[in-house]
């Protein structure tokens, strides 16, 4: 069965820190690649996809991540936080034969101040 | 404004009880999903919706039931043999099905006392 691993569940980084999140899936053939976020009180919105061309794919607010094929990984990164970025963060995997959405257990990120 | 709207945010619900949670949507979208997130564990499917009128389970429909009468509305009933209820459930929908682009509403908390 198709799955998503996020390795860390809890990451404190003070501001100007950069930021690498790892996700790992284990499904072999297409896929489509995400990164949600779900800021304290808000709505989950989508952070960034990958389906196809550049690996290296960029999203909002500065935010990036990168597709490994040969790894089967898409971390996300960003150089310098802001205490904005204090959220949960999702990888998620589609595979695009089943068109199901598979969620990552999440991350939480406290950037202090 | 355009958007998913779940209702109620909070429930209360006596053990034996069924319970239905409301979810509509005002974006046009040919399909609806209902996600269970619980800490620790990500969000996992219950079921989804391609189109009005057909609806296929997830990984973990079992105690949920739904309906797909119409385009703008994918309600979910939690029925009694849902072993563990209290859980918070969102509610998302996506222009396209299978591309993984999701829109989620802000979630309904149901509590079984």
């Known amino acids: 069965a198709q799955s998503v691993s996020q390795h860390n569940h809890h990451v404190i980084l003070s501001e100007a820190a950069s930021l690498e999140l790892g996700c790992n899936y284990s499904y072999g053939g297409t896929v489509n690649l995400f990164w949600y976020v779900q800021y304290p009180g808000q709505h989950l919105q989508l952070l960034l996809k990958y389906f196809s061309g550049d690996p290296l794919v960029k999203g909002i607010k500065g935010f990036e991540a990168e597709f490994i094929k040969s790894k089967f990984s898409f971390n996300l990164r960003k150089p310098s936080v802001q205490w904005s970025d204090t959220a949960e963060y999702f990888c998620?995997?589609?595979?695009?034969?089943?068109?199901?959405?598979?969620f990552g257990t999440g991350t939480r990120l406290l950037v202090s101040p | 404004d355009g958007g998913i709207t779940q209702s109620p945010k909070y429930l209360f619900r006596k053990e034996g009880q069924n319970v239905t949670l409301s979810c509509e949507q005002n974006?046009?979208?040919?399909?609806m999903y209902w996600y269970r997130q619980d800490p620790g564990q990500g969000l996992r499917l219950i079921y989804y919706?391609?189109?009005?009128?057909?609806?296929q389970k997830g990984d973990i429909a079992e105690g949920y039931s739904v309906s797909r009468e119409k385009k703008e509305s994918f309600p979910l009933t939690v029925t009694s043999a849902q072993k563990n209820p209290t859980a918070f459930y969102l509610c998302a929908s996506s222009d396209r099905a299978g591309t993984g682009e999701l829109f989620f509403g802000e979630g309904s908390r149901l509590t079984v006392l």
């Open positions: 998620a995997v589609m595979n695009t034969g089943f068109q199901k959405l598979v």
């Open positions: 974006l046009n979208h040919d399909a």
């Open positions: 919706s391609q189109i009005v009128n057909d609806f």
